[in-house]
């Protein structure tokens, strides 16, 4: 690879450390909480979550990485952070930068596999009358209730089963699909596998735009930090959404429920949703540019 090509830039080791360290700061004020609450073996429903539900550790957060293109200067190996002397860096001298060559076939197959969902999921019409009917059909007829030890319900299961009944669920989400109760299941307007996701995910969706952190996680180091926390910052955004419209009861963590079995509630969760699904959009724009970036990295 020739890393003196114009499409690489150069960063001095100062303006590197400034960066990073400012990522840390930004990032640390997500992480700090999680990490303290899990040495205690406490939980918070909405601030826990994204650690909990999607495989990556707070570390990966906190860490800074330049991405594909960057070049970091420095006047001693040993004062490297170590995530920088990785097998996906190659160390020349007194600079380091993500190395494309170490990425093979297979995981360039699922970088395109992944660019390809994002780029259908962009594609379809988006659907804002779900109105997070997702996590009441979880609950449906106390088959399952996910969060019981840690939030109670707050309306009698009669008016969630009754909510669930009467309502039309839209559900594109097969990752939250699969978490329904056996008999809401059928109750969903359309069929979901995990191989059908290409065809079914759509822009509007809180948990599709909520995923970009885990498409994000999955292509690192090579994408950068910087998008990463973007995409995390929007998904703690999403998941506040979707607690706030759920059936639980999560006042002893201060969260104001958005009731969306009130028709106020669903028109108030519909504009959260549009707001939100408008920075996914644009977030899951440079995502795709980033990733295909990658893929014709030689």
């Known amino acids: 690879m020739d890393v003196t090509a114009d499409k690489y830039q150069n960063l001095i080791e100062a303006e590197w450390r400034k960066i990073a360290q400012d990522h ?10 999680p990490r303290l609450r899990r040495d205690h ?6 601030e826990d979550f994204l650690f909990n539900y999607y495989p990556y550790p707070i570390a990966l957060l906190e860490q800074w ?8 200067e420095f006047s001693d190996l040993e004062l490297l952070p170590a995530h920088l002397k990785g097998r996906r860096y190659r160390i020349d001298a007194n600079s380091c930068y993500v190395d494309p060559s170490t990425i093979d076939e297979k995981e360039r197959l699922r970088f395109q596999w992944i660019v390809e969902l994002l ?3 962009e594609r379809h019409v988006p659907n804002y009358a779900c109105h997070g009917l997702h996590e009441w059909a979880m609950v449906y007829r106390a088959e399952e209730i996910r969060h019981a030890t840690i939030a ?3 309306l009698p299961q009669a008016e969630i089963d009754e909510l669930v009944s009467s309502r039309p669920i839209t559900c594109t ?3 939250a699909f699969r978490f329904f109760a056996n008999q809401a299941k059928p109750l969903n307007r359309h069929p979901l596998s995990l191989d059908s996701r290409h065809e079914n995910e759509q822009p509007g969706c809180v948990h599709a ?3 970009l952190y885990k498409w994000a996680a999955k292509s690192m180091p090579w994408i950068g930090s910087k998008i990463l926390l973007e995409t995390f910052q929007l998904a703690t955004q999403l998941r506040d959404l979707d607690m706030r419209a759920s059936p639980y009861d999560l ?3 201060n969260v104001v429920p958005i009731k969306i079995e009130t028709p106020d509630g669903r028109k108030a969760y519909e504009t959260e949703q549009r707001r939100l699904a408008a920075l996914g959009s644009d977030l899951r724009k440079k995502l795709i540019q980033a990733i295909h970036r990658v893929i014709s990295a030689r």
Do not use: C, Q, Y
Not at 41 to 46: L, M, W
Not at 65 to 72: S, V
């Open 173 to 175: 989400h097969f990752d």
């Open 209 to 211: 735009n909520m995923d």
């Open 152 to 154: 109670p319900l707050r």
């Open 41 to 46: 073996g406490e939980k918070h429903p909405v």
């Open 24 to 33: 840390f700061e930004i990032a640390t004020t997500f992480t700090a909480g």
């Open 251 to 253: 006042s002893a963590w």
């Open 65 to 72: 990485h330049p991405g594909l293109g960057i070049i970091l």
């Open 119 to 121: 780029e259908a999921t």
